[in-house]
C-alpha cells in the first residue's frame, strides 16, 4: 500500500510544506495566490502573449490533444499564464525550501509538456534536484490549473 502524506491547502502566509525524497507530494494552492505569483512581467494581456510566443515553441503544447506552437482561441485567457515557463517557479520554490540543493534539468533536457482544454491546463516538467556534485534525484512536477477549481493542484514525483 502506497504512503500519502496529508497537507492542507498552502496559505500564502503559512510555512512552506516540506517535500522529502523517494515519495509523491500533492499540495493544493489556491488558485488566486497562483495567480499572483504569475503575474509579474505578465501584467498585461500584451506581455504574456509576448511570453507566449516565447515559451510555447520551445515547450510540446498540445489543444485538445493536436500539438501546435502557437496559443489557440479556444483557451481561456485566464489560463495563458499557465502555459509559460514562469508556471514552475513556485513549484521550484518548494522544491529549494525544502532541500539544500540545486534545482536543475533533468539530464533528459525533456521540454514542458503543456496540455490544455477550453477549462483545463495540465503542465509536466522533469527536473532534478541535485545534493552534491555526484548525489541527484529526478522529480517529475505536474501542475493542473481549471477555470472550474478554486486551487491549483501541484504534484511532485520522486525517483
Known sequence: MADFEAIDVWRAN????LLRRYASHVVYIKKEHYDLDLLPGQEAIADVYAQLRKDLPRSRFYMNGTRFTNIRAELPVCLW????????????????????????????????????STKTVVVTKQLEVRMTSDESCP????VCASVDDANVVVSFEFV
Open 14 to 17: 503559512a510555512r512552506l510544506p
Open 81 to 116: 499564464r499557465y502555459c509559460t515557463q514562469s508556471v514552475m517557479a513556485l513549484p521550484i520554490e518548494l522544491l529549494l525550501s525544502s532541500f539544500a540543493a540545486v534545482v536543475a534539468e533533468h539530464r533528459t533536457r525533456s521540454s514542458m509538456r503543456i496540455e490544455a
Open 139 to 142: 522529480v517529475t512536477i505536474t
